[in-house]
């Protein structure tokens, strides 16, 4: 699995946009990229997956240049409750096993 | 998607017992994991249960000490056996619905504390 690197903590303020990079030198030509959000006492939550360009749903967008060793989670006017830990992934593996890295501690403040 | 629910959801052990977490689907699921979140740290992957065989373990986890069973499609439990006070972490269960994704549903785990 292509190992990932993301900042461990990033601080914002409600209303603001929140963009984390993920870096991912080694991904494969099949890996796609996903970011899942944990809260704290909670398991992980699916947010976003794409392969390349761009994807965007109701919660986030993920921006995926052309050479796809980086992609940028972007949370739009973040509130109090976007404070969470944000896991970059990519893969996948042939038995669809999720490797966690780090995750960046985000926290937003009023 | 898929809703998992966890039981119990927290426990206090004593060391040298053992503790068995279920983990419950609301749907027919074929790919099951489970997941140890130590405290301030990150997932790692314990084992994948799959109905029907064995479960698979990662480096570092043995079947000894976390047995693992998979009766059907919507069930798994994992015991954890014979705990010592650094087995204290949240257990997680998820599982894979879709084999176009890799979105994995997770439980919302078990925290356990081994004195």
């Known amino acids: 699995l292509a190992k990932t690197t993301q900042p461990i903590s990033m601080d914002s303020y409600e209303g603001q946009e929140v963009n984390i990079t993920c870096s991912h030198n080694?991904?494969?030509?099949?890996?796609?990229i996903t970011w899942y959000q944990q809260f704290p006492s909670q398991g992980p939550r699916f947010i976003i997956q794409g392969y390349k360009t761009k994807v965007t749903n109701e919660v986030a967008s993920l921006f995926i240049p052309a050479d796809r060793k980086s992609s940028t989670l972007s949370l739009p006017r973040v509130s109090l409750s976007d404070t969470a830990v944000y896991y970059c992934?990519?893969?996948?593996?042939?038995?669809?096993?999720?490797?966690f890295g780090a995750g960046t501690t985000v926290t937003v403040r009023a | 998607s898929a809703v998992i629910s966890q039981k119990p959801s927290r426990d206090i052990c004593q060391r040298g017992t053992s503790l068995t977490i279920q983990c419950q689907v609301d749907?027919?699921?074929?790919?099951m994991f489970w997941y140890r979140q130590q405290p301030g740290q990150s997932l790692t992957l314990i084992a994948t249960?799959?109905?029907?065989?064995?479960?698979?373990?990662e480096s570092g986890f043995v079947i000894d000490k976390f047995p693992i069973s998979r009766p059907n499609l919507t069930f798994s439990t994992l015991t954890v056996s014979n705990m010592s006070p650094e087995d204290s972490s949240i257990y997680l269960c998820?599982?894979?619905?879709?084999?176009?994704?890799?979105?994995?549903?997770f439980g919302p785990g078990t925290r356990l504390t081994v004195t």
């Open positions: 998820s599982v894979e619905t879709s084999r176009s994704s890799y979105e994995q549903y």
């Open positions: 992934l990519v893969g996948p593996s042939n038995d669809y096993k999720l490797s």
């Open positions: 249960a799959n109905q029907g065989s064995e479960a698979t373990y």
């Open positions: 749907s027919q699921v074929t790919m």
């Open positions: 080694n991904i494969a030509t099949n890996d796609y």
